[in-house]
C-alpha cells in the first residue's frame, strides 16, 4: 500500500498540535512568570484558551487513529509478500514501550505512546475482521462502558489518580538534578499517566480510536474524494455542538463520556476539513512542510520533549519562569520550524527519521 501525502500531512498536524501545547504548559511543569501587564495577561489567557479549545483530546485522537490506519498499511503490505505482520507488530509494541519511557524520561506528564503500546495489542487478534464486526467492537470500547457503569453507581475500576504524583514530580525537577529529574519521570510520571488515562476514559478509548483508524485505512477513505468527508464534517459538526451543550452540565462520569464524544466529534471535524482542503493546491502546498514532519513523527515527537525540557527546566536554561504563555508559544512555532527545516533535509538523503529506522530495523530482527 503507498503512502498517503494527506496521513502523513495529518499526522504531522496532529504531532505539531501535540507539541503547541506542550510548549505552552512548559511541559507541564507549572511555573510561569507574573503578567507585566492586563494586556499581557489578557494575550496569555486567550492563546491558552485557544490552543486547547482548537487541540486539547482533538491532537491525541488524531495521533490514535492513524496508529490503528498505520497497522494496517503494514499489515496489508505483508500480506501483499504472502506474510503476515500480527507477530512483528507484538514485538514493534515491545520497542514502543522503550521510546515511550525514553520521551517520558524528558516530559514529567508521562507519555500516551507507553499507553499505545499496552492498548495496542488489542488489534492483533481483529486484523483480519470485517468492517462491519471492527466497527461494532470499536463502538463497544467507544462507549465507554466503565464510565457507563460508574453513572449506574458500579464503581467497576476505583479511582486511581493520586494527587501526589504530579507535585512529587515537580519537586524533583524543581531540584534542577538532570538524573533525579530522568528517574522520577520514567518511573513514576509513566504510572501518573497510565492512572490519568484510566481516569479520564482513555484506557478504552484509545483502542476503540485504533480500530476506527483500522476500518479507514481497509476503505481507503483518505483517498477517497470530497462527498465523503463532507457528510463527515457536517455530522461531526452537529454531534460536537449536542455534546459540547450535554457535558456543560453534566458531573462526574456522565461529564467524562461525553467530553470524550465531544472530543471525538471535533476530531472528525478537524480531520474531514483537513482532507477536504488538502485536495486544494494552494492548502497542499502551504502545508507540505507537515508532510515531511508526520513521515518522522515518532523523532519529532521525542525530540521535542528533550528541546522542551531543556529550555524549560531547571537543569539546564530554566525558562519556564521567564517565558510567559504566549511566548512559549511562539518559542514552540520557532521550534517546528526548525523540525521541518530538519525534516526536509534528513528526508532527501534518507528513507525515515532517526528514530523510525531505528525502530524498523529492530522490528524485523531475525
Known sequence: MKRVDSVDALRGFAVVAIM???????????VYPEATSKTAELLNQSVWDALF???????????????GFTFIVQQRNQEAKGGDFGGHFAWRLVILMFFATLNAAFFPGGDVLLL???MGFVMIPLRK???RNLLLIASLFLIQPIELLECFGIDFIPTLLNDTYYPTLKTVIDSGNFWDM?????GIGQLASL????????LLQAPGLFILGMILARGDYFS????????TFVGSFIASFLFYVAKTSAVDALQIILTMWYNMAFTGMLVSMFVILYQNDVFGRMTDGLRFYGRMSLTNYISQSIIGSLIFFPYALGLASTLGIAWSFVVGL??????IWFCRRWLRTHRQGPLEAVWHRLTWLK
Not at 224 to 231: H, P
Open 129 to 131: 475482521l470485517s468492517q
Open 182 to 186: 530522568i528517574v522520577a519521570n520514567a
Open 334 to 339: 520557532g521550534v517546528m520550524s526548525a523540525q
Open 195 to 202: 492512572f490519568w488515562a484510566v481516569d479520564t476514559g482513555r
Open 53 to 67: 479549545f482548537i487541540f486539547a483530546g482533538k491532537s491525541y485522537t488524531v495521533f490514535a487513529l492513524l496508529f
Open 20 to 30: 503547541l501545547l506542550h510548549f505552552v504548559e512548559h511541559f507541564i511543569y507549572g
Open 116 to 118: 499505545f503500546a499496552i
Open 224 to 231: 477517497r474524494g470530497a462527498g465523503f468527508w463532507v457528510k
